[in-house]
């Protein structure tokens, strides 16, 4: 039909599988021991700044600039797709740019965010995920993958005190989809008219509760799923992050009041920021009283589960009361990104909300599954605590509870882990991360020329530590002769002038922060920091350290002892000019 | 503060990976070769029922119940997860189960579904990004990742004729993320309102409209997002699948007079079933005029823009006037899933739609950065055409663009794919796949047995062939004696009476396509089949054969001489009493 000629495919693929990974292994394994060593060079005093002998893992890609990283992988031929392969050789090529500008969240010094060092059977495993090459929509074709999916949501699932017969969960992309995930079910569940006649189907604005401190993932979702993000009420924190149980009541009656739909409320295990935990009994009540969706996002201090220290664990207590669960392996427990799982106790609310026809995928064995599929499809789902539990069969065709269609099982990676390591393996893990943040805690407490952002004596919420640099005891605006007065004088109306000033003022601490972040980094550390708090911007941004399960404490000390270096010499190199700064 | 003794985590991660690394490599080059042998073998007159010394890849997942194959893997222990750890030795035996009992897409029989076998470049990148664990959504902690997905993204929209200086995408999680994430991007850049206020700021239904044919995640995503199911707009097909452009433009004026406001309008470059591609200039016509959002979901089909066959390329005719395109490379080039794009000519549209202040996370290095960000936060979008480019400065967090916070680096897997075997590499083989199919059809429309579902001298239109099972040139319908009297029996109308009849005669045809199936795979054959086409329902559900960029000839010669071995017997056995048929 066409008048091209016909090559037949050559059948190498064995072949080139063995030789890629062949040379590659012995490149990837050196990367991960690079960074090891480094580990064992923070206790010694020896200077970690980079030098042709000894090159810290996190130099080469923070060192340049963007531009200048970008055009070094232009002129190399790095990112240049072109006519003629280039074989094994150029991947080879590929492979050494690659792990020498890329940062190495290995080192022991990554403590920015809230995932780090990969474990290894969780990497064995992105590599027989890559080789079965499947995809989770259908058991046909992932059989073993599949029941994998099912055991490893549903023991984690247990963890968390979600038991019965139809609990479980279902993996997901990330913990943005999973919070997602949960809104969709939520409301699906709540208003199952919405599924046919969309969100129009509810008179009155539908309104999602969060605290002020939860993730922007639930604003985003909000958007996305056509709630808008006026529809999402950020509910007050107490000093230490965690969500005033009190105004979330006031304000859902309030809405109410205003004839608005109150439908959810997210409770959060581990914020971003802090690291607080939400007080689970106290929103459940509300949620109850007020027929709401009980979200926990758990993505990040859903770890905790695996702690055999109970007062950690109590950080968790009562989670079991949440409709959903959302938790991401892929931080606190290193499995590698992406590995997140959306749990909850009843997965049958799952299938309702996600449920589709979709024939030409889905064969079902008889007719009596296609008729429970037409049931979720057309009949809308009420309290099914009176139906008889085995009216329900799970689904092993798992596209048909979630939002996806296609998805890789990254399940396995978190499976491999927990085999490996076993429960207890990650008890110890988690709990010596957590010992290892209040060491960190109680050092910073002890500096001199550091301020602990939560209240004196307080233990960190989770695995990080936020802290200011106050050399001497005091905030670094004090370096402005008359901070005051500058501030005044650019604000608009005298009004704002107050809020102006304490922007401005935070402006400047904020400045030193950032530059002191940047500073570390040819010292091997890289740490993360977060705006200023609301009512203290006079105070600016200010650090955040993640500890994980793979530090150890003289990381931890020598980091301290680094910052209080690298801000001591950034301050005094501030060009002060009569009371105004410039950086 | 906590009495737990403190254990140090210990520091053996390069070990630990080089050790589990070394065991498994051998096993699963072995599981690829074992499957490439097969190819040698469609050839031989040898019979490829398995036994002692020959086991067939896909016979061990497939021959097994669910229950049983769950049974198995309780019993060996498989599946729990236990207090101690089992470490390597434990992750070996993993290993080696997971590898039997899973389907092995790189057999040369693996031609069920819209993957397959992967391409060892990607598996390596998949190992890759285990070890670099690193999230897309900023660049400080993934750069070389970051430019990656930007390069590799911008030259695939190149090769769809999405030019211009801010052309380019984004990686997704899979082909209904990327669905999903256009029609936001569509509502949030035509109506911005809906952003803070949601779907309700648009007074009237918003519609969206695609083919009768195209892919469910449209509807998915619709129920999801907030429009319902009932906002989705089923438009008629031609006999080969392609949306009846005249029919759109009828539904959307009629959809219009009715108040509602019809906003999105979903083309498909490769149908899942019948592999059809719709007319974009046409229906790019109909788009612009009623000022709909114009997204082309070429998932499948989007594997063409690499053929050198001008009559394929001319399958993608004009797909650059779409506003946005899907595309999964997991799919026809063979990149292991997930691996898809979300396309466009204009990124700022993405950023406008999807950005959110989440000062935490992104650190604007100035001012001006974060004005833009507030500027699209916070302004209305409207018609950029007049705004100078530089205007905007393309974003290298790329969270920005995205529904995800966290994103795993998928574009790592194509660009190595890409970039060993080049563009010309990839020519040659979606043009011999293309090549094969044609191949395939004509082997079809030859075999006395099988009828193609296309009409008569059609060449397919993507790699998938469909047909029916007819021996003797008949539909096995023709084996009931009074095929008419059973079915009206049962009907529960006179009306419906035709229909009952029509659907009840196909459901017979349908059991005799499944079951030929089912005694295909331990032939070493896994093919697919749909449910019947509308109007087409006494002819029931037919065989969709798959072909990929790694099948050879023979595998699809042996396998129609398979099938209608196999066919003949599932007939010759079907216990026919009294004009009832029992399966």
């Known amino acids: 039909m066409h008048a091209q000629a016909y090559f037949e495919p050559t059948c190498e693929r064995a072949t080139q599988l063995e030789g890629l990974l062949s040379s590659a292994i012995p490149e990837l394994v050196r990367f991960v021991n690079h960074a090891e060593q480094e580990r064992s060079q923070h206790g010694s005093s ?50 050494e740019s690659l792990l020498k500008f890329s940062v190495n969240p290995s080192a022991p010094g990554f403590l920015d965010k809230l995932y780090a060092a990969p474990l290894p059977p969780g990497i ?26 099912k055991h490893v949501a549903r023991a984690l699932a247990n963890m968390f005190g979600l038991n019965g017969p139809r609990s479980g969960g279902i993996s997901v992309q990330g913990g943005s989809a999973s919070n997602m995930t949960s809104i969709v079910v939520a409301r699906n569940t709540l208003f199952p008219e919405t599924k046919v006649e969309g969100n129009s189907a509810v008179k009155g604005q539908l309104l999602l509760f969060t605290s002020a401190h939860g993730h922007y993932s639930i604003e985003k979702a909000a958007q996305a799923l056509g709630f808008g993000s006026s529809s999402v009420i950020p509910v007050p924190v107490d000093t230490s992050g965690r969500m005033l149980v009190s105004e979330l009541e006031r304000l859902v009656i309030e809405a109410k009041r205003q004839g608005k739909v109150p439908f959810y409320v997210n409770a959060t295990a581990g914020t971003t920021v802090l690291g607080s935990f939400d007080r689970f009994e ?67 609310t799952f299938q309702k909300a996600n449920t589709l026809k979709a024939e030409y995928l889905f064969h079902d064995d008889n007719d009596e599954t296609a008729q429970r599929r037409d049931l979720a499809n057309d009949n809308a789902p009420g309290s099914d605590d009176e139906a008889p539990e085995d009216d329900w069969s799970e689904p092993y065709d798992l596209a048909d509870l979630t939002l996806q269609c296609g998805r890789r099982g990254d399940a396995l990676k978190f499976f491999f882990c927990w085999k490996y390591y076993g429960t207890s393996g990650y008890s110890s893990m988690v709990d010596a991360a957590y010992q290892n943040a209040c ?71 904020s400045q030193v922060t950032s ?7 040819p010292r091997g550390f890289m740490i993360d920091f977060a705006p200023a708090l ?30 209080v270096s690298v801000g001591t010499s950034v301050v005094a190199n501030i060009p002060v000019d009569a009371g105004r700064v410039r950086f």
Chains 1, 2 share one sequence.
């Open 124 to 149: 064995a495993a992105e590599l027989i995920l890559g080789v079965l090459n499947t995809n989770l929509h259908v058991y046909q074709v992932s059989p073993v993958l599949t029941l994998v999916e």
């Open 282 to 348: 106290d929103i459940h009540k509300v949620a109850k009283e007020h027929k709401l969706w009980f979200h926990v996002d758990a993505a990040w201090g859903g770890g905790f589960v695996f702690s055999a220290d109970s007062e950690l664990r109590r950080t968790l207590q009562r989670v079991d009361l949440a409709d959903s669960v959302a938790t991401n392996p892929h931080k606190m427990l290193g499995v590698p990104v992406t590995c997140s799982f959306l749990l909850a106790k009843d997965l049958q």
């Open 534 to 563: 609301e009512g203290q911007e006079d105070q600016g941004s200010f650090f955040r350290v993640v500890v994980n399960i793979s530090t150890v404490r003289k990381t931890l000390e020598r980091l301290l002892q680094e910052l």
């Open 46 to 95: 020896r200077s970690l700044i980079s030098d042709n002998d000894h090159q810290i893992s996190l130099v080469n890609p923070l060192s340049k600039s963007r531009e200048s990283l970008e055009s070094t992988l232009r002129s190399n031929g790095f990112l240049a797709v072109d006519e003629e392969g280039s074989g094994a050789q150029g991947i080879q090529r590929l492979i």
């Open 515 to 521: 530059s002191i972040a940047k500073a570390l980094v």
């Open 439 to 509: 060491h960190l805690a109680t050092l910073v407490a002890k500096t001199s020329d550091l301020t602990p952002v939560l209240s004196e004596g307080s233990a960190p919420g989770c695995l990080q530590v936020c802290f200011y640099f106050t050399p001497g005891g005091k905030f670094t605006y004090g370096l402005l002769e008359e901070p005051g007065r500058i501030a005044v004088r650019t604000s608009r109306s005298e009004q704002t002038a107050e809020r102006t000033q304490m922007v401005r003022i935070g402006k400047f601490n």
